[in-house]
């Protein structure tokens, strides 16, 4: 079996090999026959114009001829020419259309006659009835082999495996994922030293379950897991096994077993495991598809059941919604470790930029540890791609080092997408633009936990965005306390109240903005149960049981309640644009230099623009507000005079 291959080989079955080539052979021998046989039909004769056979005729000079649809084959009287025997005929190609032809010949005494049947048309004739089935079920027989199941053969013939034999990622390509690593080191000792373990009696484990966020390096230490310990990796995902033919998902289950156990030790990963055991009776009954996913998943059953542990394939998964699998899956002598891998904290992110920066030319100025603060929540694979980023931009100017410049770029790309400058505003837009962003930065600036401004910018970057504000969080944050979730509404909301007060009027800009704070908002009341008329109560079901289309995720509630609920998150909302409308009242003078020097410069960062935005002072009723949440009522009475 060609295991040694690094790149994924499907494994194919001889006999099915065999016959697809035997195919092949048939159809070009008929094809060449094709083109073969009409260079056959007779001799060649020299070709004549078709004006100078009319003329032949008129003078008398033709005995016979031979009309066809395509080809004129004539013969001259011998009393009238000179020449040897085969000079004497010749053919033309006649004008479509010649009706006064044989008029023509029959004035002027000529014998004519039609060709006679071609002897070998019956082969054409063959051909164009044999052929086009042939090519027919030679496409589809390609299909059927590339689908890997088929309506004639399901089963065995079919599985397709995938096999990379030993993948060479070691634990040390793998970063900032620790625990998860220390895990798993314990399943390479396994496999390694299997004896060890087997000689006390102990059961090596069958399974284990990798659970984290896409992008995090799941595959890649279930390939390291392989690697360190010497071993073939058998790979396939949850959704290739999931076929529009019942069975035939559970035939390759079978399958990969089968080989995974000839190759043993050896480790079987499968990725997205949610596709395929996913809980039994979900809302996802379309098309028969559910069927297919319970016939696999019992055969997954079956197969980790009935193998012998201390064989010594391991089996790892992989899945980002550990919530939504089978519990069957996760029994004891399943998949019974779980392991998470999480997104990398800022000492992890440091360790995988330099883990990814080991054959990138740095220059002296780049600090991984300042690159790994700027990139909250960057998991292992974003972080590949920016390194590589920066090494391209480092590249497109001839720089000799990447340096931290364009570490920055990258990263801006990557959070806001790429700069657009072609979109060009006009003046009014350019300054609502101005005015919304600096807005959101003195908004920001006041408030606890968001993070310090770093940039704005009334440059177009990426899908919508005509103007940003980038704030970077001085540390890893893992829970939002109250404060701060007031304080990130009310500085999204404070673009919007920068166009209020400077033009009285709002603009489109802001509707990203608001989507984004009604949901904070309404996941404040309904999920963290902030409000203090409701409680701690949660109205919301968590992410995973809602299904886009398939109806509400809010638990099912009394009307008087939904209308406290609704009125609890506009409560919310108002008051920080409140807070926002009277900040940046207090600040109206900042607010306008700073955005006609952003007019200006178009972008506004770094020292100069920390300094600026220190300059914004606080309204009296902020520190109230972020402590409870509330504004007294003459407050109030104001936020609706504007
Ligand atoms: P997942 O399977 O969790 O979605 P992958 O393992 O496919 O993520 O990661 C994709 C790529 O991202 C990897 O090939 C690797 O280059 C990079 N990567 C992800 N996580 C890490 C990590 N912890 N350390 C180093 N590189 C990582
Ligand atoms: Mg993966
Ligand atoms: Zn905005």
């Known amino acids: 079996m060609p295991i040694d291959t690094k790149n994924k080989s499907p494994i194919k079955p001889p006999k099915m090999r065999q016959f697809g080539s035997s195919l092949f052979i048939l159809l070009t021998l008929l094809l060449l026959l094709n083109f073969i046989v009409p260079s056959f039909s007779g001799p060649q004769y020299p070709q004549a114009p078709y004006s100078e056979f009319i003329a032949q005729v008129q003078q008398g000079n033709v005995e016979r001829a031979i009309i066809g649809s395509d080809r004129i084959q004539y013969v001259l009287n011998p009393e009238n020419v000179y020449g040897s025997d085969i000079d004497k005929v010749f053919t033309t190609t006649p004008v479509a259309l010649d009706l006064d032809l044989p008029k023509i010949l029959r004035e002027n005494n000529v014998e004519f006659a039609a060709p006679p049947p071609d002897k070998n048309a019956w082969i054409g004739t063959l051909l164009s009835w044999v052929i086009p089935p ?6 589809w027989g390609f299909f059927m082999r590339r689908q890997g199941g088929g309506v004639l053969t399901v089963g065995k013939s079919k599985a397709r495996i995938f096999s990379e034999g030993v993948t060479g990622v070691k634990f040390s390509d793998v970063a900032g994922v620790d625990e998860a690593k220390t895990e798993l080191e314990e399943i390479v000792d396994f496999l390694k030293n299997a004896d060890k373990y087997t000689r006390l009696g102990a059961k090596i484990p069958k399974g284990a379950l990798l659970v984290g966020p896409p992008g995090t390096g799941k595959t890649l230490l279930a390939k390291a897991i392989a690697g360190e310990a010497g071993v073939p990796f058998f790979s396939i995902s949850g959704s290739e096994f999931i076929e529009l033919f019942v069975g035939v998902g559970a035939a390759r289950v079978r399958d990969l077993f089968e080989q995974a156990k000839k190759q043993s030790p050896c480790i079987v990963f499968i990725d997205e495991l949610d596709a395929l055991g996913k809980s039994r009776g979900g809302a996802n009954g379309f098309m028969g598809g559910n069927d297919e996913r319970e016939q696999t998943l019992n055969q997954l059953l079956t197969e980790m059941d009935g193998f012998d542990a201390n064989t010594g394939v391991i089996i790892i998964a992989a899945t980002n919604r550990p919530e939504v699998l089978d519990p069957a899956l996760r029994r004891p002598g399943r998949f019974d470790r779980q392991i998470v891998v999480d997104r990398p904290d800022k000492i992890g992110r440091e360790a995988i930029l330099r883990v990814h920066s080991r054959n990138v030319k740095l220059t002296e100025d780049v600090d991984l540890g300042i690159v790994a603060v700027r990139t909250p929540g960057f998991a292992g694979a974003d972080l590949a791609n920016l390194v590589n980023e920066a090494a391209l931009l480092a590249a497109r100017q001839n720089r000799d080092g990447v340096t931290l410049a364009d570490f920055n ?27 919304h962003e600096v807005g959101h930065a003195i908004v920001g600036a006041l408030m606890p936990g968001t993070g310090r401004v770093e940039k704005i910018s009334v440059v177009p970057r990426g899908v919508g965005a005509l103007g940003y504000t980038i704030q970077m969080p001085e540390e890893d944050r893992f829970l939002m306390i109250e404060d701060e979730i007031r304080g990130r509404i009310a500085t999204l909301l404070g673009g919007r109240s920068a166009e209020e007060i400077i033009f009285g009027k709002v603009s489109t800009g802001a509707s990203d903005d608001i989507q984004k704070t009604t949901e904070l908002a309404e996941r404040a009341v309904t999920l963290y149960g902030m409000s203090d008329k409701l409680g701690p109560i949660a109205f919301e079901k968590m992410q995973q049981q809602f299904i886009p289309g398939y109806g509400n995720s809010r638990r099912d509630v009394s009307s008087e309640v939904a209308k406290v609920i609704d009125t609890e998150v506009k409560h919310m909302v108002d008051n920080a644009h409140h807070i926002a409308l009277s900040i940046l ?25 920390r300094e600026k935005l220190q300059q914004a002072i606080a309204p009296e009723e902020l520190e109230e507000w972020l402590r409870t949440g509330q504004l007294s009522d003459d407050i109030v009475l104001m936020q609706t005079k504007i």
């Open 134 to 139: 042939l090519i027919f079920f030679g496409i």
């Open 409 to 435: 770029e990258a990263i801006e790309r990557l959070v806001a997408g790429l700069e657009k400058r072609s979109r060009v505003l006009n003046e009014t837009e350019k300054k609502t633009v101005a005015y």
């Open 585 to 609: 009242y207090k600040n109206r003078k900042l607010l306008e230099e700073t955005a006609m020097e952003l007019l200006e410069k178009e972008i506004l960062e770094g020292e100069k623009l």
